[in-house]
Structures are given as structure tokens and as C-alpha cells.
């Protein structure tokens, strides 16, 4: 399948309003490249933890945008034929609008034919089978070794949205689990992405879990790694929402009903969700926190214990710390 590419010069304040409005036009891809510094966050969730160095931020941002070219050299917009200049005309008509209350710095667009690559599923190369201690985490389109057999098998595809289990923080996580999760538990999982924790706990004995996140993408994700896991979809539930402030999702959560509570998120989120999450937690209830960089773990301690929670274990993994913590009434 070839694709036409059209590339825009903007600035990074302008990057989601043209994403959205282009969206609308039926345009597909928004690949961004800015030199934004990553979050910490953003770097949990890419295959590597150690970026290259990246050039000052100048405010420079290309949005690139994609649309299906034909056999004949025609384009498809929307499930409708169109002409390469067409929509060059929508896009900038669309800049044009947008420039009138909005800086979108230059707003140059050009366009180019790309490779006939599989753009949804390129990015499959860097993603392999590895190991998490006697875990074995392996993608669909890997086979296992025969060495293998016996082994916990975490089957994962995490598609491009959410993590695969690789970063540190996740890996702490897990080795929590393994160490605390008992059979019929019932387990919390905030933040719960591709449901790597929430799957391995069921696999470890918990009855049920449930898991939150915020974005809906989450629900396809969970889904589809169930399946891969012959979890019962039934022992899984997905709530989509923010358990800090959402008090619906508040509600269909529960209060007091969970064993086990995980939340790989940074420290910052960390410290507005603990005050929540201790009346979720039965009493004797065990709280697995992940996401902290090392120099936030006394901030952490603090926030856990001014929580009423009593901190049991501290790891670390490269510069991330983990904290796992009781209720204790």
C-alpha cells in the first residue's frame, strides 16, 4: 500500500488544534516531530530508557499526515476519490482559518510519496520476546523455545498506544505481584494500559481484577491480551475514567473491597491517587506504587504514610524506585 504524505511547518503550540482540525477532513497519521524534551512518562512508555541527546527546542514543529494513494494515482479522503490538490486545498484553507486566532508559525505544507510499508505495524522489529526473572514475555508473531515450556508465558501486544513491560517500573510492579498476590484476591489496577499487571495477577492466583485507566484505547487493548492470555473477560473489568476526581468511577469501583492495589504512574499523580485509594483497600490491604523516580522516593514515603499506610518493602530497578505499603486499619 503506498501513502502521500503532507507535511506541515508549524509550532508546537499549534500541534493538537491541527491534529483535531485535519482529523475532521479526514486526514490519518499526525505524526509529530518536535524537539519537546520527553517526560519522564513519555519515556516509560517507549522501548528504550536512555534517549539520544536531543537539539534546543526552537518551538519547530512538522506534522505529517497520511492518505491512501490508488492504483490509478488517486487519493482516498473519507472513503471518497479525491486529487492530490484537492486536498492541498483543504489543508490550507483549513491553516488559513486556523492562523486567524492561532500562531501556527510558517504553515508550509509539502507532500511526498512514501514507502509501501506497513505503517500500523513497522514498528514490530523492536519489540521481542524477553524475560522479567521465570516470566517470559513474548508478542504474538514470536514463537516460544522450546527451553521455554513450563515457564509463566505473558503472551503481549501491546499495539503503539500503551508499554509492553520492558521499562523498570513495570518490572518492580511485577515482582511485587508475584511475591504478594494470593489465591481468590481481588485486585485494583490504576492505570492499568495494555493490563499487563491486572493479567499477571490473575495468572498468579487473584480471582478478579479490575482495572482503570483513561484512555479508551485501554478497553481494545485489555481485550485483545485477555484473549491472549485465556483470561475469562469476566474476571476483568475495564473502568474508564480518572479514580481521582471522577466520583462515578469512584462509585463502580468500590470502597474496601481490594486485596491488592497497583499504580505504576509517576509521583506526581501518585500524590493526589494515594488519599483515594486507601479506602479502597480492605484492611491489611497491599498497596504496589511504581513510576517514582529515585530522587521523589522521600516525597513518596511521605505522601504514603501521611495516607495512614504503613510502608512494608522499598525496590529499585536503574533509577526507579518502587514502594509497596499496608493498610493497616
Not at 125 to 135: A, E, K, L, P, V
Not at 266 to 292: C, D
Request: proline content about 2%; hydrophobic content about 40%.
Amino acid at each position: 500500500m503506498k501513502w502521500v504524505r503532507f507535511r506541515i511547518k508549524t509550532r508546537t503550540e499549534a500541534e493538537d488544534i491541527i491534529i483535531s482540525s485535519l482529523y475532521d477532513l479526514g486526514l490519518e497519521g499526525a505524526q509529530i516531530e518536535d524537539k519537546v524534551p520527553l517526560s519522564a512518562w513519555e519515556k516509560e512508555q517507549m522501548f528504550v530508557d536512555i534517549l539520544p541527546d536531543m537539539p534546543e527546542d526552537d518551538g519547530t514543529a512538522f506534522l505529517s499526515f497520511f492518505a491512501e494513494k490508488n492504483q490509478d494515482g488517486s487519493l482516498t479522503l473519507q472513503e471518497k476519490t479525491v486529487d492530490e490538490e484537492t486536498i492541498l486545498e483543504l489543508i490550507r484553507g483549513e491553516l488559513e482559518e486556523l492562523r486567524e486566532f492561532l500562531n501556527i508559525g510558517e504553515g508550509s505544507v509539502t507532500v511526498e510519496e512514501t514507502e509501501d510499508i506497513d505503517w500500523i505495524n513497522n514498528w514490530k522489529q523492536y519489540f521481542h520476546q524477553f524475560y522479567i526473572d521465570d516470566i517470559l514475555v513474548i508478542p504474538s508473531w514470536e514463537e516460544m523455545k522450546q527451553e521455554d515450556q513450563g515457564r509463566t508465558v505473558l503472551h503481549i501486544d501491546p499495539g503503539t498506544a500503551f508499554g509492553t513491560g520492558m521499562h523498570d517500573t513495570t518490572q518492580l510492579c511485577i515482582r511485587q505481584l508475584h511475591k504478594y498476590v494470593k489465591e481468590g484476591m481481588v485486585m485494583l489496577d490504576v492505570g492499568t494500559g495494555s493490563g499487563i499487571l491486572a493479567i499477571l495477577a490473575l495468572m498468579f492466583g487473584a480471582e478478579r481484577a479490575v482495572g482503570t485507566d483513561l484512555d479508551i484505547c485501554a478497553e481494545a487493548a485489555v481485550k485483545e491480551n485477555c484473549e491472549s492470555n485465556h483470561i475469562d473477560r469476566n474476571r476483568f473489568r475495564m473502568l474508564i475514567g480518572n479514580i481521582i476526581t471522577d466520583r462515578e468511577i469512584q462509585e463502580a469501583a468500590g470502597y474496601g473491597c481490594y486485596d491488592i492495589v497497583t499504580a505504576n504512574i509517576l509521583t506526581e499523580v501518585l500524590t493526589e491517587l494515594t488519599p483515594v485509594i486507601v479506602n479502597r483497600l480492605k484492611p491489611g490491604g497491599i498497596y504496589i506504587t511504581s513510576g517514582i523516580i529515585d530522587d521523589k522516593e522521600e516525597t513518596m514515603t511521605r505522601v504514603i504514610r501521611a495516607a495512614g499506610l504503613e510502608i512494608m518493602e522499598i525496590t529499585r530497578q536503574g533509577e526507579w524506585v518502587s514502594i509497596t505499603a499496608k493498610r493497616v486499619r
